[in-house]
T-cell receptor
Framework: GQQLNQSPQSMFIQEGEDVSMNCTSS?????WLWYKQDPGEGPVLLIA?????ELTSNGRLTAQFGITRKDSFLNISASIPSDVGIYFC??????????????FGQGTILTVHP | NAGVTQTPKFQVLKTGQSMTLQCAQD?????MSWYRQDPGMGLRLIHY???????DQGEVPNGYNVSRSTTEDFPLRLLSAAPSQTSVYFC?????????FGQGTRLTVV
């Protein structure tokens, strides 16, 4: 099956710093998604990317869909304490029996020190 | 608008016991799925459904059963719980590629 490699596995940063994380895949995807999970909660969708090369922002978050369709990155600018959590990338391939299924990366645990 | 509701939030089972994790959505989405989350492994797909009466296996289906009698409900059944099924379980309702998750059920099998 498709595999996603997400890096880094964890990050410890100071408040105000910028953050960058990325995902790479062995196969192409039609859609890349980025989720955030707070402790004890389910993942919440942050950004969805639908076209190769697409660059999308949501407040302090910026994500890009790689032109090869096999990678994506997420940047967080000027981090604040509430950015703490686990960030997941997910890929969606809208073909054949894969329709509707998401493949997730292993997650990046973000810790922000005040 | 509740979105995706999962019950219970926490559960402890003894090895060999059975139970059903409940999931309900009020967004009228056709596609629903169950994932399990284990440390360092992201979320892995257990079973999914593309509509009432239609289900299929995901990446890690062994030990779990599902059924989909209505658009709103998608329960997950553990027939004979094993310690390897200790995990956090998430139900999701999907609109196209965008999945919306419930709050999760933390299951411990002893």
């Amino acid at each position: 099956g498709q595999q996603l490699n997400q890096s880094p596995q964890s990050m410890f940063i100071q408040e105000g710093e910028d953050v960058s994380m990325n995902c790479t895949s062995s196969s192409i995807f039609n859609t890349w998604l980025w989720y955030k999970q707070d402790p004890g909660e389910g993942p919440v969708l942050l950004i969805a990317l639908y076209k190769a090369g697409e660059l999308t922002s949501n407040g302090r978050l910026t994500a890009q869909f790689g032109i090869t369709r096999k990678d994506s990155f997420l940047n967080i600018s000027a981090s604040i304490p509430s950015d703490v959590g686990i960030y997941f990338c997910a890929g969606h391939y809208a073909g054949g029996t894969s329709y509707g299924k998401l493949t997730f990366g292993q997650g990046t645990i973000l810790t922000v020190h005040p | 608008n509740a979105g995706v509701t999962q019950t219970p939030k926490f559960q402890v089972l003894k090895t060999g016991q059975s139970m059903t994790l409940q999931c309900a959505q009020d967004m009228n989405h056709e596609y629903m799925s169950w994932y399990r989350q284990d440390p360092g492994m992201g979320l892995r797909l257990i079973h999914y459904s593309v509509g009432a009466g239609i289900t299929d296996q995901g990446e890690v289906p062994n030990g779990y059963n599902v059924s989909r009698s209505t658009t709103e409900d998608f329960p997950l059944r553990l027939l004979s719980a094993a310690p390897s099924q200790t995990s956090v379980y998430f139900c999701a309702s999907t609109n196209g590629p965008e999945a919306f998750f419930g709050q999760g059920t933390r299951l411990t099998v002893v």
